[in-house]
């Protein structure tokens, strides 16, 4: 099974969250579970740690930093798994070891999240709001990405599109139980770790994707956060679309032409968006920046940027910046 996950584990973990805006935020807030909060010793399966780490990273990042973000997403702190995701060798074994054919399976709890000591690692959804979610069907034969992508939306939609709070049916331990959960507001973080030994990351508009040979490389939880934030900044600031547009698409490989000064001018932007959530989080983008001069062009993912001392130089800007009274 670890094979499998090395190749196809990027593909529908859902760090869930939604696209649609979010107009009583501050009321949702306010509002808390009723039940007991016990703060969890276990908040990843076994051997999904890192998974864990990620997670955790993302959600400061977008809650913490939600005044940034115009569109804000309701947010659970949930990272799921599911059968498409997996090559069929290897789904009798998450059938029995974690009765994924009952449902999408919790990898991993975020400790400051609304469902922690709520929801635990291992639990299985069956219902929200005590509609059943769709069953898995049509699981192809081999391991199919958009299959796999459209199963990953069909799960966190239904979830994401509860904005007060709302009841989650679990299977846990094969038994039946119902919890009351709160989502609450951040910036969009779908974040999902690859295992995989190329060191990427990158986003795509919604999604952020790193690789697990990535996150080794970091040296700590501030170059992690600065990575994961410089991505969200590109989806929270649209830049997918502005890549994609004629002038850029065009100039592309141009330094040195317009579409250059497009490009570094969003990559600094996201920069500055990136420091700001950071240092919101509790982070130290100064040192979280430092993974530039580290690694160097060793980060293909880094290419087009200002030069690694500038864009940590902007960063110690910002930093003092803040300090100003
Ligand atoms: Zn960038």
């Known amino acids: 099974m670890a094979d499998a996950l090395l190749a196809f584990g990027l593909l529908a973990q859902i760090m869930l969250g939604s696209t ?8 949702l807030q306010a509002e808390s579970s009723t039940a007991a909060r016990v703060v969890p ?33 309701p947010t659970l702190g949930l990272v799921l798994q599911h059968l498409s995701q997996f090559e069929p060798g290897d789904r009798a074994g998450l059938v029995t070891g974690y009765a994924l054919d009952r449902g999408p399976g919790v990898i991993v709890v975020v400790p400051a999240g609304p469902t922690a000591g709520i929801v635990e690692p291992g639990d299985v ?19 199919d990405a958009r299959i796999a992508h459209a199963r990953a939306d069909a799960i966190a939609d239904p979830l994401a599109a509860k904005t007060a709070p709302f009841t989650i049916t679990l299977l846990r331990r094969g038994v039946v139980s119902t919890v009351r959960v709160t989502p609450v507001s951040g910036c969009p973080s779908y974040v999902h770790l690859a295992r995989s030994r190329q060191r990427n990351a990158y986003a795509d508009g919604r999604h952020v994707f790193l690789t697990t040979g990535l996150v080794a490389r970091m040296r700590d939880d501030d170059e992690l956060a600065f990575v994961v ?12 679309t502005l890549m994609r547009s004629d002038s850029v698409k065009h100039g592309l490989g141009h330094t040195l032409g317009t579409s250059g000064r497009i490009v570094r001018q969003a990559e600094r932007d996201a920069d500055t968006l990136a420091g700001a959530l950071m240092i919101d989080a509790g ?23 200002d030069s690694a001392g500038r864009r940590i130089a902007a960063m110690q800007a910002l930093v003092a910046a803040q300090r100003m009274p």
Do not use: Y
Not at 229 to 240: G, K, V, Y
């Open 229 to 240: 934030a410089h991505e969200m900044a590109h989806n929270i600031l649209r830049h997918a």
């Open 20 to 27: 649609g805006s979010m107009a009583t935020t501050g009321k």
């Open 125 to 143: 959804l069956l219902a929200i709001d005590g509609t059943a979610l769709p069953p898995e069907v049509d699981l192809p034969a081999r391991f």
């Open 283 to 305: 982070f130290d983008p100064v040192r979280g920046a430092a993974v530039l001069a580290r690694l160097g062009n060793d980060l293909g993912l880094f290419a087009a940027h």
């Open 41 to 73: 010793v276990t908040t990843a399966l076994p051997g999904r740690e890192e998974d864990g780490r990620v997670a955790d990273i993302a959600f400061r990042l977008a809650v913490a930093g939600s005044k940034w973000c115009e569109v804000t997403e």
